[in-house]
């Protein structure tokens, strides 16, 4: 008998023992729970906004600021309630403090006065504009092909007395995304800030001159550029409190010369309903937010899992603005011009 109250206590010691394990281990499960976020702001530029990514809102149109953008599916994705976009095409650092004219009537605030002490979630696009480089990249690289086809025409215009402008200029714009993350941290001193990094628009080998026109030599100079304004975007990240969302290297693959359906980036084309040349395509969109996503939800952000999302999301679209109504206020807002 003696014995057998031995063993009976040892067996309920043993599951106590277990019982409190478990418990610990719920305990520890909920404690390392991801974060919920109840208002979330993004600030940036049109790789935020979307031009022409089906359908645009229009506060104000000329933003060009599309229901479908990355911020309008990390708030669908992670079911954040209070969700204010105020980026905008064209925009650059200095728009996050004065007020941003747009085309097709309109002006846009500040944008940093969507930020409040409630804020508790800001994702920042922003430093491409900064100082031209991109539109300089753009608007002059393609014009240069046929100048030296297999060369690099665009480098050397770029390049004065030994100094490449436009890794200058990106020096410089470090600088300015540095103080746009530390005032947003000033103004939102609760909120969870991400930088978020420019995907991926040229391949790492090849060419595609009827995509991308630019000459052969230029496609890796350009995406060295590229990958400075990323590295400039991080170092500001870290320099002024913030957490740096890579959304380059899961775009491998999906660059501009992956062509239909593959890739996240337009090319030279102007797609109505679809994208803005060289700028993001929903696609693109939809991936980011998978990666921010990822980051947000305590997960190493995939490409595997950022190419099941947009798989996923062919077809759909954010149902955020009324689509008739959308149409018919943006006919009766170019009647008006």
Request: hydrophobic share 40%; proline share 7%.
């Amino acid at each position: 008998m003696t014995h057998g109250v031995g063993a009976r206590r040892a067996l309920v010691s043993a599951v106590l023992a277990v019982v409190s394990l478990l418990s610990m281990g719920v305990g520890t499960a909920s404690a390392a729970a991801p974060p919920r976020y109840d208002h979330y702001v993004a600030l940036g530029d049109s790789y935020t906004s979307g031009p022409f990514i089906p359908w645009m809102r229009l506060s104000p149109i000329g933003c060009a600021r599309s229901t479908n953008n990355y911020p309008s599916w990390v708030a669908s994705r992670l079911g954040i309630g209070d969700f204010t976009d105020v980026s905008c095409g064209g925009a650059d650092t200095t728009n996050m403090t004065k007020s941003q004219s747009v085309p097709l009537f309109g002006t846009n605030s500040p944008q940093f006065a969507a930020l409040n002490k409630d804020t508790d979630l800001v994702t920042i696009g922003i430093g491409g504009n900064d100082y031209g480089v991109f539109g300089s990249v753009v608007n002059t690289c393609p014009t240069l092909r046929d100048s030296d086809p297999v060369g690099a025409p665009c480098q050397r215009h770029f390049t004065v007395n030994g100094v490449d402008t436009l890794l200058a200029s990106i020096a410089k714009t470090e600088q300015n995304i540095t103080e746009v993350v530390r005032q947003t941290r000033k103004l939102a001193p609760k909120a969870k800030v991400l930088l978020i990094g420019y995907p991926r628009i040229v391949p790492p080998t090849g060419y595609c001159p009827d995509i991308l026109p630019m000459a052969d030599g230029d496609y890796r100079y350009l995406d060295s550029i590229e990958r400075a304004l990323n590295t400039a975007v991080a170092n500001a990240a870290k320099a002024g409190g913030g957490t740096y969302v890579d959304t380059y290297g899961p775009s491998l693959g999906h660059d501009a010369c992956a062509g239909d359906g593959a890739a996240w980036v337009q090319g030279k084309s102007f797609n109505l309903f679809a994208a803005f040349p060289y700028h993001p395509l929903k696609a693109g969109m939809v991936a980011e937010a998978a990666i921010i996503a990822d980051l947000l939800t305590g997960q190493q952000p995939s490409r595997a899992r950022a190419e099941q999302a947009v798989r996923a999301a062919a077809g759909q679209r954010q149902p955020q603005v009324n689509d008739v109504n959308t149409l018919t206020q943006l006919a009766r807002s170019l009647g008006q011009g």
